[in-house]
Nanobody, 117 residues
Framework: QVQLVESGGGLVQPGGSLRLSCASS????????MSWYRQAPGKQRELLAE???????KYADSVKGRFAINRDNAKSTVYLQMNSLKPDDTAVYYC???????????WGQGTQVTVSS
């Protein structure tokens, strides 16, 4: 089973940028559909972006044009580039993997992103 470790969160001012990383281990990274979610206090976990094994991407309307997901299969890592950050983007951000064939799912531990002046 794949293990996921997120990094790159922190405190950023409105309008700033951050890049989150999610490093995987323990399985063949190229067999997983990878995605990023976030969960703000008192809110449901929200799907933000997804990249499949063919590098096709999908985005939630709330982040389209500001966030970009990409994967590096050689490094077994998926990234989330976040630009033009807003206070409403404050949340814990989670990496998620779904195996293409078995549909087994795995979550990372989450990384906090705080957008504040």
């Amino acid at each position: 089973q794949v293990q996921l470790v997120e990094s790159g969160g922190g405190l950023v001012q409105p309008g700033g940028s951050l890049r989150l990383s999610c490093a995987s281990s323990g399985s063949i990274f190229g067999m997983y559909v990878m995605s990023w979610y976030r969960q703000a206090p008192g809110k449901q976990r929200e799907l933000l972006a997804e990249v499949d094994i063919g590098d096709r991407t999908k985005y939630a309307d709330s982040v389209k044009g500001r966030f970009a997901i990409n994967r590096d299969n050689a490094k077994s890592t998926v990234y989330l580039q976040m630009n033009s950050l807003k206070p409403d983007d404050t949340a814990v951000y989670y990496c998620h993997a779904v195996h293409l064939l078995t549909r087994q799912t795995t979550w990372g531990q989450g990384t906090q992103v705080t957008v504040s002046s």
